[in-house]
């Protein structure tokens, strides 16, 4: 069976970011909170010394679907793309029911846009607004709405 188990981001405050979509998109801590460290964290990412903290969390409207996971790493690479340890993500696309309140609670809550929203209309699906916004730490996001 193939299914999407968790979505990681990387964050240079993981407490901040966790806060961000709990405040944001109402999800939910898994505990307990996540702490890789020695010979496993070590092995895992094939880094000697790596300490990782963080939460997983679910979304309320789907507790037993993929996590989105809040990692932080004692030490963080951002030099290359690519890197285990390097802050950030592409983007996570979530479905949304409201689109404007969803965005006004980003925007309260340290978020901000990328771009405008958009309107798209599928031949085998329901019209969407599309926005692409950023987090507190500046990871993208791809809010989707059904258009009302």
């Known amino acids: 069976m193939n299914r999407l188990l968790h979505v990681n981001i990387n964050a240079k405050d993981?407490?901040?970011v966790a806060a961000f979509y709990e405040t944001v998109f109402g999800?939910?801590?898994v505990p307990p909170e996540k702490e890789i460290t020695g010979d496993?964290?070590?092995r895992l990412t094939g880094m000697e010394g790596t300490?990782?903290?963080g939460i997983a969390l679910v979304f309320p409207d789907d507790p037993d679907g993929a996590q989105l996971e809040i990692f932080q790493y004692n030490m963080q690479d951002d030099s290359a793309p690519g890197t285990i340890n390097m802050t950030g993500l592409g983007h996570i696309a979530i479905q949304i029911d409201d689109i404007d309140e969803t965005t006004k609670k980003l925007v309260e809550a340290g978020g901000t846009y990328v771009g405008k929203r958009v309107s798209r209309t599928y031949v085998d699906k329901p019209d969407l607004y599309i926005h692409y916004v950023k987090d507190c730490e500046g990871n993208i996001i791809e809010l989707m709405a059904n258009e009302k």
């Open 51 to 53: 300490q990782i903290r």
């Open 14 to 16: 993981w407490k901040k």
């Open 27 to 29: 999800c939910v801590q």
């Open 40 to 42: 496993f964290a070590a």
